[in-house]
């Protein structure tokens, strides 16, 4: 858990200071294909520029002498309502990548997403997490088989859900990935994938083509064109992520069959109370406001404006499916706003990534802790002692001419 004695690191006191000395440390490949948004990016400035238009309305002479910043998620007691998003390839941010993460995780007492396209193995990283909860963020692929497997592998290992990653059906267009031509470095490999060994539930063996019936190549064949024929050959993120054919009827069935009753079905890259609708229809168990970081649909709402009318659809069906939301997120008072606005959990990816860089787990747990204390000072001085009494009474939303409006 948390370490309150913890000393200040006097070279980064905030976030905005930690990405500039991550910066300092990455090469330019790596600080590019973590930092780019989609586009012209605007999206990316604008879920981070979103969040000024919320004022805060504190409150005093409360008794704020005992504050309570943990929630409950997974089962877990998290020491704040903040958990690590899922993010690639984080070896390039330093040698330990995701096994660092892990291990900060652990120590702050905060629970972490893992991204598929990670290169350390979902099963080390789960020992790196011991007991500590872990989600692990999937892509479906249209060869069902590589994810079935995948699916296994992370029930045996003890991840506690499944974050489907719904925003993808085709990928973002990334100019600084573009002309960089990104690739992983030779000394690093995509660890989910292209293993050497057949079990089921140890690897995925992708050295040879699947079998064209397969039951993924059949499902293909079934619903699209005779054209179309699914991506073959090595897993990469550009050649598998993207799933043009995902849909709601059908996939979201097969994914929970998949994987409950030991894991839950999160649904990551909702941004429409359309969308929301339909996934309390189908009876998800989460879902994640998200846009990508900003990298996929540029133009799209920032994930903290999109995040009201979620919610309110949400709790239209009187159903008790938790709303988190990603993107953004640069200091606590982010982390109140969003709860404010109907979240009940946020996720942050790229200061993990920038703590990272600096200083590995020492990095990421500064990272956690800055906004830990940020957030804990925010309840104190706005008036709540409880994360559960943080509602939209606390907020007010400034218009473009700079007027006042109660929420």
């Known amino acids: 858990m948390t370490n309150s004695k913890t000393p200040h690191d006097l070279n980064c006191l ?11 440390r990455m090469d330019k490949q790596t600080r590019d294909y973590y930092n780019e948004g989609a586009d012209s990016g605007s999206t990316l400035a604008e879920n981070i520029a979103a969040y000024q238009k919320y004022r805060i309305r504190p409150r005093v002479l409360r008794d704020i002498s005992s504050i309570d910043t943990s929630v409950n998620i997974f089962g877990h007691r998290n020491s704040i309502p903040l958990g690590v998003a899922p993010t690639a390839m984080q070896c390039l941010a330093h040698d330990d990548g995701e096994l660092a993460t892990a291990r900060a995780c652990k120590q702050m007492g905060v629970v972490m997403g893992l991204s598929s396209f990670s290169t350390t193995s979902l099963e080390d990283v789960k020992g790196a997490l011991g007991e500590h909860p872990g989600a692990l963020q999937l892509y479906l692929f249209e060869e069902r088989e590589h994810s079935r497997k995948l699916i296994q592998r992370a029930k045996k290992a003890g991840y506690k859900a499944v974050m489907l990653t719904v ?7 990334r100019n600084l990935e573009i002309r960089n031509q990104f690739k992983l470095p030779s000394h690093l490999k995509v660890a989910n994938f292209n293993r050497d060994d057949d079990d089921d539930d140890q690897g995925v063996k992708i050295k040879d083509k699947i079998a064209s019936t397969n039951e993924g190549r059949k499902r293909s064949s079934e619903t699209e064109s005779p054209k179309r024929t699914p991506p073959t050959g090595p897993i990469t993120f550009h050649t598998h992520a993207p799933n043009p054919t995902l849909n709601w009827e059908r996939d979201i069935t097969w994914l929970q069959s998949q994987c409950h009753p030991e894991m839950q079905v999160w649904v990551k890259g909702i941004a429409t109370a ?3 609708l339909l996934a309390c229809h189908h009876g998800v168990d989460g879902i994640i406001v998200s846009n990508h970081g900003g990298r996929q649909l540029n133009g799209a709402l920032a994930t903290i404006d999109a995040l ?12 008790n499916i938790p709303v988190h939301i990603d993107g953004g997120v640069r200091h606590g008072t982010d982390v109140f706003k969003a709860l404010a ?4 959990f946020v996720w942050v990816g790229r200061p993990v990534l920038w703590g990272l860089a600096y200083k590995g787990q020492e990095g ?5 802790k800055l906004l830990e204390d940020e957030f804990r000072l925010c309840m104190g001085l706005a008036g709540v002692t409880r994360v559960e009494d943080i509602g939209k009474e606390y907020l007010v939303k400034m218009d473009r001419s700079g007027f006042v409006s109660r929420l």
């Open 274 to 276: 359309e969308d929301a």
């Open 364 to 368: 990421v747990e500064l990272a956690l």
């Open 341 to 344: 606005l109907g979240a009940d």
């Open 14 to 24: 905030t976030i905005s200071e930690l990405e500039k000395l991550a910066a300092d």
């Open 308 to 319: 009201p009318e979620v919610v309110e659809a949400v709790r239209s069906q009187s159903k």
């Open 167 to 173: 925003d993808t059906p085709v990928l973002g267009r």
